[in-house]
């Protein structure tokens, strides 16, 4: 159980569009999403917060405009990278908390590659 | 304050090694220390965690250490298997909730030699 899946697992765009990551909680409620961003070699840098029906909290330096995370439903969470620049390549991981089963710890997915060319 | 301190940043081990990675903190009311093994490519998986209120806890071939005093934790890979080559990240918690963010360490590369 306890399986967090993420789509696209690969993603590919041009400067300047838009792309949209998708984070599911297969076999679980998740009341809080997590984003995460981790570049080559690098650790997990949190991003957002989201919790589901309400607005997402960003760490510090986040751009909320740029970054715009929707949490609509207790299993789904998305992600959508305006604009995008090659500066937001990276990897792109989610993790969910499961909903009732206050001593679990986070879920991650498998992650998103995102290419901005 | 909110920084968790690895090292080392990479280590190579012969098979059937015990490769130790550690942590340090500086925020005490951390009260939530899980380690994660991520494989490239992959997202980070849970290994084992430990609460301030224990001084050691194994799973099969991971244990950790826990220097409450210290405030310095470490993680141990008994019988290292070449299967083990992964980054391994400590993290840190304000609570055992799952809906408490996470601070992560910066990473251990292991690689575990034949």
């Known amino acids: 159980g306890a399986v967090v899946s993420q789509h696209p697992s690969r993603v590919i765009c041009k400067s300047g569009t838009s792309v949209k990551i998708e984070c599911r909680s297969l076999d679980f409620q998740a009341t809080t999403m997590f984003w995460y961003r981790q570049f080559p070699k690098q650790s997990l840098m949190l991003m957002a917060t989201s919790n589901e029906g309400s607005k997402a909290t960003y760490e510090q330096g986040v751009e909320k405009d740029k970054f715009l995370i929707n949490h609509a439903s207790l299993t789904l969470s998305t992600l959508t990278v305006t604009s995008a620049h090659p500066e937001d390549s990276s990897f792109y991981i989610c993790?969910?908390?499961?909903?009732?089963?206050?001593?679990?710890?986070?879920?991650f997915g498998p992650g998103t590659r995102l290419t901005v060319l | 304050q909110q920084q968790v301190k690895q090292s080392p940043q990479s280590l190579i081990v012969q098979k059937g090694g015990i490769p130790i990675i550690n942590c340090a903190y500086e925020?005490?009311?951390?009260?939530?220390f899980p380690w994660y093994q991520q494989f490239p490519g992959k997202g980070p998986a849970l290994l084992i965690a430990?609460?301030?209120?224990?001084s050691e806890k194994k799973e099969g071939r991971f244990t950790i250490s826990f220097n409450k005093s210290a405030k310095q934790f470490s993680l141990h890979i008994m019988d290292s298997q070449p299967g083990d080559s992964a980054t391994y990240f400590c993290?840190?918690?304000?609570?055992?909730?799952?809906?408490?963010?996470?601070?992560f360490g910066t990473g251990t590369r292991l690689t575990i030699i034949p």
């Open positions: 993290a840190a918690s304000l609570s055992h909730f799952g809906n408490e963010k996470l601070t």
């Open positions: 993790s969910a908390s499961p909903w009732g089963r206050s001593t679990d710890t986070q879920y």
């Open positions: 925020n005490t009311a951390f009260d939530y």
């Open positions: 430990i609460r301030p209120d224990v």
